[in-house]
């Protein structure tokens, strides 16, 4: 038997990246699924793989909605629990870099920018996780956040808002875990390291400068030791390992980073002694 069979799930930002991917398999392993993003062409994208897979039509909820708003979150939430009768894991995976269109960085980027990232990559979650509760408290379910490596200890000057997000993100994911163990509740996350996705278009960069930018990351060794970007599997594996209680029961609260080792280095360690000392 499909090991998600008889789960219903949610995914949040599964109109594109790694929500699709982590969509999609659940769908396979069986999972009743919420799809949901607020691009409907993307989403009927994701719609359409799942259905192409083989999985039956009844088994997919797709919603449009913009999770920033409270209209939004309760449509992803109803609709689940009307269409299914029942939520088992709840993935909250939307997120994005919110891009500066006056192109400014570090400490001069405009305080708009803030509230919208942390509304998204923060304020949502929360929201959705009060909103979720107590389905999730009936079925004793899982939470799978999705942060960041951007989230720290590294600094990240070029994107501190989203940065900070995702560091109030994690502590949001562990003072949750232990707020809804005692209920049965287990709260998760996962820490991606550069994925290919629709991340940087979101950010509005083109084509060509996503390509170029992941080319370059895989292509230094102090970016991404593994030396190749991630993909949206490489994360989407981790969600289902994270949702699966036979598997991961006794993580609770935790973050798994998935980064090709990109955190384990520093930049000047990629220089070896000798030739920094010039001997
Ligand atoms: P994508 O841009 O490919 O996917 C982001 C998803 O979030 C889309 O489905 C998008 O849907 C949805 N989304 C964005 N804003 C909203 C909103 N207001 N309401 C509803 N849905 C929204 O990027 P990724 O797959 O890479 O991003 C997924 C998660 O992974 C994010 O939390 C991101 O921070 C995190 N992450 C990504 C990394 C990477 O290198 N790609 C690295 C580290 C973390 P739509 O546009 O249709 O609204």
Known sequence: MARFSGKTAIITGSSNGIGRAAALLFAKDGANVTITGRNSERLEETKQQILSAGIP?????????????????????NSTVAKFGQLDILVNNAGAAVPDTQGNTGTD???????????????????????????????KGEIVNVSSIAAGPQAQPGFIYYAISKAALDQYTRSTAIDLVQHGVRVNSVSPGLVVTGFTNAMGVPDT???????????????????KSGQPDDIANIILFLADRNLSSYIVGQSIVADGGSTLVMGCQVHDMKTMLGL
Do not use: W
């Open 209 to 227: 400068g996503s390509k170029n930018f992941y080319d370059f990351m895989a292509s230094h060794k102090e970016c991404i030791p593994l030396g």
């Open 109 to 139: 980027q405009n305080i708009d920018i803030y509230h919208k990232t942390f509304q998204l990559n923060l304020e949502s979650v929360i929201r959705i996780t009060q909103k979720a509760k107590a389905h999730l408290i009936a079925s």
């Open 57 to 77: 039509e009844n088994k997919v909820n797709s919603v449009v909605a913009d999770l920033t708003t409270e209209k939004g979150q309760d449509e992803v939430i």
